[in-house]
């Protein structure tokens, strides 16, 4: 999903703020749903059940308001954004399912600083004195996360990292796209081509799932939608930099879920090195608004959901 940093316009702060606070519950309940489903379902099958139930809401959906909405050119990009965005969601499917939730989010946050990386490379985007900030801060708040030679690194730690590169190449391929594809094109794609890669790789090691899963399989496809629409309708009301605060908040939220519902210790340094990592991209966004907000061609930054 991509959402514009700064635009001239009224701001309806407590409304966008509503929307946003269904957005942190939305990606909290995705946790939540994945964490469930591990219990019978690999990340694979989660990631294909994911894109089976989105689709089942989104082909109606466009059916309705005609498929030349979601009409493209570059079928092509959109196959090999979403290759990518399948591995890194499951990848992070297979992090929520293993390790404290407080730190898969925590790690989350550090894919606007891959993201700022890769467009500087492919995109050829200035890499401005605020995000070389935002990357420093990063890389020193996922050293407090992992503490490397004072604990031992867990290897779904590395592989939730490399979710969040992977959801940094995804959001470079949507920024490039953004000028063509609007955000229901690019999220009828997603699930369209995500649906039969997770069918073939899930083939092989397929379970049914119990009765008891159905629950947790109607709540992963809600929320999975459910993130972007309300991210979308909070960014429309409000510049990014008065809302994405607000963004960090599901970070306690998730470990107070983690505390009460599955016995997770509230580990104070992950909390600490999560407000760095989020302090950076801050720093970054509002560096931009202010650019945006003077003459010549606006900045824009912008940020992808699992």
């Not at 990606?27 to 089976?52: D, H, K, P, W, Y």
């Not at 969601?89 to 992090?95: D, E, P, T």
Request: net charge positive; glycine share 6%.
């Amino acid at each position: 999903m991509s959402i514009p940093v700064a635009s001239r316009r009224p701001q309806r702060i407590l409304l966008a703020s509503l929307w946003m606070a269904g957005a942190l519950l939305s990606l909290s309940g995705m946790a939540i749903a994945g964490r469930e489903l591990s219990a019978e379902l690999n990340a694979v099958q989660t990631s294909f059940i994911r894109s089976l139930t989105c689709l089942a809401v989104l082909v109606p959906l466009v059916a309705i308001i005609g498929f030349s909405k979601v009409r493209t050119n570059r079928l092509r990009l959109h196959v090999t954004r979403n290759v990518v965005h399948f591995a890194a969601q499951a990848s992070w499917l297979f992090g929520v399912a293993v390790l404290p939730l407080a730190q898969v989010f925590a790690i989350e946050f550090t894919a606007p600083i891959w993201t700022a990386l890769l467009a500087s490379l492919f995109l050829r985007e200035r890499l401005t004195g605020s995000r070389i900030a935002a990357i420093a801060l990063g890389f020193t708040g996922i050293l407090i996360i992992l503490r490397p030679g004072f604990e031992t690194i867990h290897p779904a730690t590395l592989v939730v990292l490399l979710a969040s590169v992977g959801f940094a190449i995804t959001f470079v391929f949507t920024r490039y796209m953004s000028g063509s594809e609007s955000p229901l094109t690019v999220i009828f794609y997603m699930n369209l081509v995500q649906f039969p890669i997770g069918l073939v790789l899930s083939l092989p090691d397929w379970t049914i799932p119990s009765a008891a899963m159905l629950p947790w399989i109607a709540l992963i496809g809600a929320c999975g939608l459910g993130s972007h629409f309300c991210f979308a309708h909070a960014l429309s009301l409000a510049d990014a930099a008065v809302v994405t605060p607000i963004d960090f908040f599901r970070l306690p939220l998730i470990a107070a879920i983690g505390f009460l519902f599955y016995n997770e210790g509230l580990d104070i340094l992950i909390l600490v090195g999560g407000a760095v990592i989020f302090s950076g991209n801050l720093i970054n966004l509002w560096t931009e608004r202010r650019s945006a907000s003077r003459p010549g061609p606006p900045a824009s930054d912008r940020r992808e959901t699992p």
